[in-house]
């Protein structure tokens, strides 16, 4: 145990990152709410929803970083986790129409009276509750993470079989939400929203408002995997990712570790997958596809996989370069650059853009100190 | 001499007359039959019709077939019947002849069910005698549906002539279904009849001995009854049959796309998930192939796939070559680094043939040989099936052998289970990786060119191919060609077992669970490798 737990917590780059992080949050909603229109410093409302998502889309990213930069396991599945965590709230948001649906049923959303239904299905009790649906965020990607990686972990499924099956769990998921009968709206998803906590979604108010809550929840969750790793137990996880039948022979239990990170992330997935939906006004299907699993996963590899500022960095970055190039004459080309850019991030930058920065920083550290001979350790990969 | 021409005018009027009385008399029946079309009531209508079938004249089967088409018009002024053709263009029904200027009040002959019914009777039993079998057959088969009582007389008569065995059969039916539901019946003829329809043993054959009235004789209800659940028994079997037919199709579909899986994923252990792709490419390889034909040697149509097979191993098999050149043999020993960038290669290939074929499926032909299906007792076969499971065992031997016997296949091997003893013996590893990754490759070029036979060409082909393939590669074994096999013809029997039950989705995701679930058990997959290459 350090002496100052504190400082091992929050070391310098993630003071700074956690202040930049407090600067975007201010800065944002007074450049949209107080600045006028007509200045150069106002921020659109259509760029408040963007970088809420952006947000969003990093916490997705840090999840999958402390899973696997810090413990080695690469899940291609990580999508479903934040669609089911979308869909929790997207329940609540569905209920929170009451009757200004097309049907005005104060009880059943539009698509269940078209469908002809005429109960509430039962796992739709209980959303009409903030709180519950709070807790389904949650509870719901836990749950199945937990499942899942209880029979993975335990039958010591690794390596590629891991990714491979929770891909194969992400299509399984989105071919189900797909069909009417399982009570989610099908290929339509849940859309239409109205109110949130008797906030107009629309509202820009509310807009910026989502937009603090996403980075209070991306510094809350930074802040649990910077304790994680620094922790004990984040040096047991690495020493899983490196060596994962050493460990296993000194006497730890390989798979519970991993079964609890796994299932923590998932949560994480879930939340932002929660903040997501409300900014974006939609939530469908087409979330669990395996593409956008990978694609997550490329935002981490970008940034520089067990380094967590990067997988932030990474989502910021790609999903930035996604939005220039989709909306202009290079619409087309979008695909060949981000297939390109798994290519490049893969043989060129293994390390990502933190990754390495730090391995450069580090060299020359080295060089400075070659006369003292007082190598630095290394940090680990 | 004024007399004898006097004579032979008289003699030639006679006869001319003679002649219109005969016609008249002979078109009596069909000319009287037609005023009832003429009267606006479904009941006239009725009986012209029965009237008609009656009469055997020539004209009435255009004349019904006009009937059913809503092309018959008639006016109840002058009392005439009309038939509307093609180009909209009336034709006296009597006469034949062209009208120019109709009345004025001409209008349809209204239809209702009943008496659509009973035209489809009547015309059933007219086309019983046409000269083609297959004619007469479909003719009996819509007598069978129909049930219609007034076409007994006719049945008998088409059964006495009737000489094709198939045609006999199907008439033979087509009476005992009346006999079934006629009410002046013996109950020994309805035994007999119910025997016929047992042996028939088919989906119509149930509907008809459950549709039977409840108020028959106790024997002959016990005879329905009997044959009602011998029916059923022949169906479930035939069901399962197809089912399976059904499965080992789909094997094949899944043994084809996986098959160079296995040996890139499995043999060299290297992810590729840009292996889907490879499929497209084959398929639009096809594509190529086909347009080319098309436009220059119309005549060789029937053998573009058999250009298309060499093309696509070629095609596919240099882009793999490429990929492991460029990408892949930097990434050895770092397998989920491979995956990702192999995927980021997927979402290149794809754009690029977006980019250059458009977003949409294109059209591929199946050659003539291919096209077309056949009975086998109680399922339907399409030959592009029975073809493609044909091509797909094919393909599966000639890899065995090839890995087996040949000095290529020997040093894959040898590369695959000790590298660095391999180089050691002078293998140029480097090289033997180059080729496996294209051979795995090129196999999946050419389970694009059979895919395109069946599914749609388009740039996500390879998409909807790879988890599956996947699944079947893990689920057979890694590194094992058998397990391939059996995994993929498992996982096809298997999904279509249940999707009746489960329905398609659900059946798929099942399957899904089902192979994670089986992961946990085995992780190794079902025909797991031992010893040290476990390791490796």
Same mark, same amino acid.
């Given at each position: 145990m350090s002496?100052?737990?504190?400082?091992r917590?929050?070391?310098?780059?993630?003071?700074?990152?956690?202040?930049?992080?407090?600067?975007?949050?201010?800065?944002?909603?007074?450049?949209?709410?107080?600045?006028?229109?007509?200045?150069?410093?106002?921020?659109?409302?259509?760029?408040?929803?963007?970088?809420?998502?952006?947000?969003?889309?990093?916490?997705?990213?840090l999840s999958i970083d402390l899973i696997w930069g810090y413990a080695g396991i690469l899940s291609l599945g990580h999508?479903?986790f934040?669609?089911?965590?979308?869909?929790?709230?997207?329940?609540?948001?569905?209920?929170?129409?009451?009757?200004?649906?097309?049907?005005?049923?104060?009880?059943?959303?539009?698509?269940?009276?078209?469908?002809?239904?005429?109960?509430?299905?039962?796992?739709?009790?209980?959303?009409?509750?903030?709180?519950?649906?709070?807790?389904?965020?949650?509870?719901?990607p836990g749950l199945l993470a937990f499942v899942f990686g209880w029979f993975a972990f335990r039958s010591r499924v690794t390596g590629v079989y891991l990714s491979i099956i929770t891909q194969a769990m992400?299509?399984?998921?989105?071919?189900?939400?797909?069909?009417?009968?399982?009570?989610?709206?099908?290929?339509?998803?849940?859309?239409?929203?109205?109110?949130?906590?008797?906030?107009?979604?629309?509202?820009?108010?509310?807009?910026?408002?989502?937009?603090?809550?996403?980075?209070?929840?991306?510094?809350?969750?930074?802040?649990i995997c910077r304790a994680i790793v620094t922790s004990k137990y984040g040096k047991v996880l690495v020493a899983i990712r490196d060596a994962e039948s050493r460990t296993r022979f000194l006497g730890y239990r390989v798979e519970s570790y991993k079964l609890f990170v796994f299932t923590l992330s998932a949560c994480m997935a879930?939340?932002?997958?929660?903040?997501?939906?409300?900014?974006?006004?939609?939530?469908?299907?087409?979330?669990?596809?395996?593409?956008?699993?990978?694609?997550?996963v490329?935002?981490v590899a970008?940034?520089?996989r067990g380094t967590l500022?990067?997988a932030?960095?990474?989502?910021?970055?790609?999903?930035?370069?996604?939005?220039?190039?989709?909306?202009?004459?290079?619409?087309?080309?979008?695909?060949?650059?981000?297939?390109?850019?798994?290519?490049?991030?893969?043989?060129?930058?293994p390390r990502?853009?933190?990754g390495?920065?730090?391995?450069?920083?580090?060299?020359?550290?080295?060089?400075?100190?070659?006369?003292?001979?007082?190598?630095?350790p290394h940090a680990a990969e | 001499?004024?007399?004898?021409?006097?004579?032979?005018?008289?003699?030639?009027?006679?006869?001319?007359?003679?002649?219109?009385?005969?016609?008249?008399?002979?078109?009596?029946?069909?000319?009287?039959?037609?005023?009832?079309?003429?009267?606006?009531?479904?009941?006239?209508?009725?009986?012209?019709?029965?009237?008609?079938?009656?009469?055997?004249?020539?004209?009435?089967?255009?004349?019904?077939?006009?009937?059913?088409?809503?092309?018959?018009?008639?006016?109840?002024?002058?009392?005439?019947?009309?038939?509307?053709?093609?180009?909209?263009?009336?034709?006296?029904?009597?006469?034949?002849?062209?009208?120019?200027?109709?009345?004025?009040?001409?209008?349809?002959?209204?239809?209702?069910?009943?008496?659509?019914?009973?035209?489809?009777?009547?015309?059933?039993?007219?086309?019983?005698?046409?000269?083609?079998?297959?004619?007469?057959?479909?003719?009996?088969?819509?007598?069978?549906?129909?049930?219609?009582?007034?076409?007994?007389?006719?049945?008998?008569?088409? +059964?006495?002539?009737?000489?094709? =065995?198939? &045609?006999? #059969? /199907?008439? !033979?039916? *087509?009476? @005992?279904?009346?006999?079934?539901?006629?009410?002046?019946?013996?109950?020994?003829?309805?035994?007999?009849?119910?025997?016929?329809?047992?042996?028939?043993?088919?989906?119509?054959?149930?509907?008809?001995?459950?549709? +039977?009235?409840?108020?028959?004789? =106790?024997? &002959?209800? #016990? /005879?329905? !009854?009997? *044959?009602? @659940?011998?029916?059923?028994?022949?169906?479930?079997?035939?069901?399962?049959?197809?089912?399976?037919?059904?499965?080992?199709?789909?094997?094949?579909?899944?043994?084809?796309?996986?098959?160079?899986?296995?040996?890139?994923f499995g043999?060299?252990g290297v992810i590729?998930?840009?292996?889907?792709?490879?499929?497209?490419?084959?398929?639009?390889?096809?594509?190529?192939?086909?347009?080319?034909?098309?436009?220059?040697?119309?005549?060789?149509?029937?053998?573009?796939?058999?250009?298309?097979?060499?093309?696509?191993?070629?095609?596919?098999?240099?882009?793999?070559?490429?990929?492991?050149?460029?990408?892949?043999?930097?990434l050895y020993g770092r397998p989920l680094e491979t995956l990702l960038?192999?995927?980021?290669?997927?979402?290149?290939?794809?754009?690029?043939?977006?980019?250059?074929?458009?977003?949409?499926?294109?059209?591929?032909?199946?050659?003539?040989?291919?096209?077309?299906?056949?009975?086998?007792?109680?399922?339907?076969?399409?030959?592009?099936?029975?073809?493609?499971?044909?091509?797909?065992?094919?393909?599966?031997?000639?890899?065995?052998?090839?890995?087996?016997?040949?000095?290529?296949?020997?040093?894959?091997?040898?590369?695959t289970q000790n590298r660095a003893?391999?180089?050691?013996?002078?293998?140029?590893?480097?090289?033997?990786?180059?080729?496996?990754?294209?051979?795995?490759?090129?196999?999946?070029?050419?389970?694009?060119?059979?895919?395109?036979?069946?599914?749609?060409?388009?740039?996500?082909?390879?998409?909807?191919?790879?988890?599956?393939?996947f699944?079947?590669v893990v689920f057979?074994g890694v590194g094992n060609?058998?397990g391939?096999?059996?995994?993929?013809?498992?996982?096809?029997?298997?999904?279509?077992?249940?999707?009746?039950?489960?329905?398609?989705?659900?059946?798929?995701?099942?399957?899904?669970?089902?192979i994670i679930l089986f992961i946990q058990k085995r992780p190794r997959g079902m025909f797991a490798l031992k010893g040290r290459a476990v390791e490796a």
């Open positions: 002496a100052f737990p504190l400082t917590l929050i070391d310098r780059s993630a003071t700074l990152f956690l202040v930049l992080l407090g600067a975007f949050a201010i800065a944002i909603p007074v450049l949209n709410l107080l600045v006028p229109a007509g200045s150069a410093l106002h921020v659109s409302t259509y760029l408040v929803a963007l970088l809420g998502k952006y947000i969003c889309y990093a916490i997705l990213a999508g479903a934040f669609a089911l965590g979308g869909y929790a709230m997207g329940m609540y948001l569905m209920r929170q129409i009451g009757t200004r649906g097309v049907y005005a049923n104060p009880i059943l959303p539009d698509f269940m009276v078209f469908l002809n239904w005429h109960e509430l299905p039962f796992y739709w009790y209980g959303f009409n509750w903030f709180a519950y649906a709070a807790l389904m965020v949650v509870l719901a992400t299509f399984a998921l989105m071919l189900g939400f797909f069909r009417n009968n399982f009570g989610f709206g099908g290929n339509n998803g849940l859309t239409d929203f109205k109110d949130i906590l008797g906030f107009n979604v629309q509202a820009e108010t509310t807009r910026n408002a989502l937009l603090v809550i996403s980075c209070l929840a991306l510094a809350i969750c930074f802040l879930g939340v932002a997958g929660a903040l997501y939906v409300p900014q974006v006004g939609i939530i469908n299907p087409s979330e669990f596809a395996p593409g956008n699993s990978i694609e997550a490329i935002w970008v940034g520089g500022i990067g932030v960095l990474g989502a910021f970055v790609v999903n930035y370069a996604k939005t220039y190039f989709t909306s202009g004459i290079l619409a087309p080309y979008w695909l060949f650059m981000l297939g390109g850019l798994f290519v490049a991030v893969t043989l060129l930058l990502g853009i933190i390495t920065y730090e391995q450069w920083r580090e060299r020359r550290f080295e060089k400075k100190h070659a006369a003292v001979s007082a190598a630095a | 001499m004024r007399s004898f021409y006097d004579r032979v005018i008289a003699f030639v009027f006679g006869i001319g007359l003679l002649f219109v009385a005969a016609t008249i008399v002979h078109a009596g029946a069909y000319e009287d039959a037609l005023v009832g079309f003429t009267t606006d009531s479904f009941g006239d209508t009725a009986d012209a019709i029965d009237a008609l079938a009656a009469s055997g004249d020539p004209r009435t089967g255009p004349l019904l077939e006009a009937l059913k088409d809503q092309r018959l018009l008639y006016s109840a002024e002058a009392k005439k019947v009309f038939i509307k053709d093609k180009s909209d263009k009336l034709t006296d029904a009597i006469t034949g002849e062209t009208v120019p200027s109709p009345p004025s009040d001409v209008d349809n002959v209204r239809l209702n069910n009943r008496v659509r019914g009973m035209l489809d009777a009547a015309l059933g039993s007219l086309t019983l005698m046409a000269k083609e079998p297959d004619r007469r057959f479909d003719a009996a088969q819509s007598v069978f549906k129909s049930r219609d009582p007034t076409a007994l007389p006719n049945i008998d008569k088409a +059964l006495e002539k009737e000489t094709e =065995p198939r &045609v006999k #059969k /199907a008439l !033979a039916e *087509a009476r @005992a279904a009346i006999v079934l539901n006629s009410a002046d019946t013996t109950p020994e003829d309805k035994i007999a009849a119910i025997a016929v329809i047992r042996d028939r043993s088919d989906q119509d054959a149930l509907g008809l001995l459950d549709g +039977l009235p409840t108020n028959l004789p =106790p024997d &002959v209800r #016990k /005879a329905v !009854a009997g *044959a009602s @659940a011998k029916v059923q028994n022949t169906l479930a079997i035939w069901n399962a049959v197809q089912n399976a037919w059904y499965g080992l199709s789909l094997g094949s579909v899944l043994l084809l796309a996986a098959i160079g899986l296995a040996i890139t043999v060299m590729n998930m840009a292996h889907g792709e490879m499929v497209m490419l084959g398929a639009y390889t096809t594509f190529v192939v086909q347009e080319v034909i098309r436009q220059k040697y119309p005549g060789l149509f029937d053998l573009s796939l058999a250009i298309a097979i060499p093309l696509a191993f070629i095609v596919s098999g240099a882009v793999g070559i490429l990929i492991e050149r460029t990408v892949i043999r930097f960038a192999t995927w980021g290669l997927s979402l290149i290939l794809q754009q690029a043939v977006r980019a250059s074929f458009g977003p949409t499926n294109k059209e591929v032909g199946n050659p003539s040989w291919m096209s077309g299906a056949f009975d086998l007792g109680g399922i339907t076969i399409t030959y592009n099936r029975l073809w493609i499971i044909c091509f797909t065992l094919a393909v599966f031997v000639a890899l065995l052998g090839m890995l087996r016997f040949t000095r290529l296949g020997l040093e894959m091997r040898a590369v003893m391999a180089a050691a013996m002078g293998i140029r590893t480097a090289r033997i990786d180059a080729l496996t990754f294209g051979l795995g490759s090129g196999i999946a070029g050419i389970a694009g060119v059979a895919l395109s036979q069946i599914d749609n060409v388009s740039p996500n082909l390879g998409q909807s191919y790879i988890i599956d393939s699944m079947v057979g060609l058998w391939t096999l059996v995994g993929a013809f498992t996982l096809g029997i298997a999904n279509k077992f249940l999707e009746p039950y489960a329905g398609a989705v659900l059946g798929k995701i099942a399957i899904l669970v089902l």
